[in-house]
């Protein structure tokens, strides 16, 4: 299957620094990718899709200011986490469109736990 | 996309099928019905997917009802590896509106 990469698995930052999240998709082109955050205990939460050479489209509640999402490239789209404080500790997980396949199936990467201290 | 109910949580013997239902009464014609689970801190791993015909793969079989409101998810013989939650996800390939809405799934426990 489609393999999808996130970098990296896992960050500790201060509050108020950024932290920016890499997600590529290794085997296969992507024109659109998907951000989900996952709290503990909890159902992934679709944050945001992004689109190769556009503006991302983000789900309602989600702040785009704080969440910035780049997707400059048909393998590679980035999620920044602005000003981030110890609420936007999580596990953030992109998944990846193939659109090359009729089926449009997506594949997720292993994901990025992001800890604010 | 069509809302989908499973049960919260299941258990199975190693070795024996898990079978692993889905409800999804008001699923429309054009949307397939996909499964996913996650293993504890992993990212969710892709299963299987159908629109009406019974689908199988090296992983699991998919089941749907004539009437497309149900289906079962059947791992064939179950290892402590399946232990995950299970997510069932009716989904609609609407090009630019392609969402996935995961719900709360169902935890599946394989026991020795």
């Known amino acids: 299957g489609a393999v999808v990469s996130q970098h990296p698995s896992w960050v500790i930052c201060k509050s108020g620094t950024s932290v920016k999240i890499e997600c590529r998709s290794l085997?296969?082109?992507?024109?659109?990718m998907f951000w989900y955050r996952q709290f503990p205990k909890q159902s992934l939460m679709l944050m945001a899709t992004?689109?190769?050479?556009?503006?991302?489209?983000?789900e309602q509640g989600v702040e785009k200011d704080k969440f910035l999402i780049n997707h400059a490239s048909l393998t590679l789209s980035t999620l920044t986490v602005t000003s981030a404080h110890p609420e936007d500790s999580s596990f953030y997980i992109c998944?990846?469109?193939?659109?090359?396949?009729?089926?449009?199936?997506?594949?997720f990467g292993p994901g990025t736990r992001l800890t604010v201290l | 996309d069509a809302k989908t109910t499973q049960p919260p949580s299941m258990d199975c013997a190693e070795g024996r099928a898990a079978n692993l239902p889905c409800n999804h009464s008001?699923?429309?014609?054009?949307?397939?019905v996909y499964w996913y689970r996650q293993i504890h801190s992993q990212g969710p791993q892709y299963i299987i997917h159908?629109?009406?015909n019974n689908e199988t793969n090296e992983m699991a079989s998919l089941i749907i009802t004539e009437d497309r409101k149900s289906s079962t998810l059947i791992l064939p013989h179950a290892t402590l590896r399946d232990t995950a939650v299970y997510y069932c996800?009716?989904?609609?390939?609407?090009?630019?509106?392609?969402?996935?809405?995961f719900g709360q799934g169902t935890r599946l426990t394989i026991n020795p």
């Open positions: 998944s990846a469109r193939d659109s090359a396949v009729s089926t449009d199936t997506q594949y």
């Open positions: 085997d296969f082109q992507a024109t659109t």
């Open positions: 992004s689109n190769e050479g556009s503006k991302a489209t983000y």
């Open positions: 008001t699923i429309s014609g054009n949307e397939y």
């Open positions: 159908g629109l009406k």
């Open positions: 996800i009716a989904y609609a390939l609407i090009q630019g509106a392609q969402k996935l809405v």
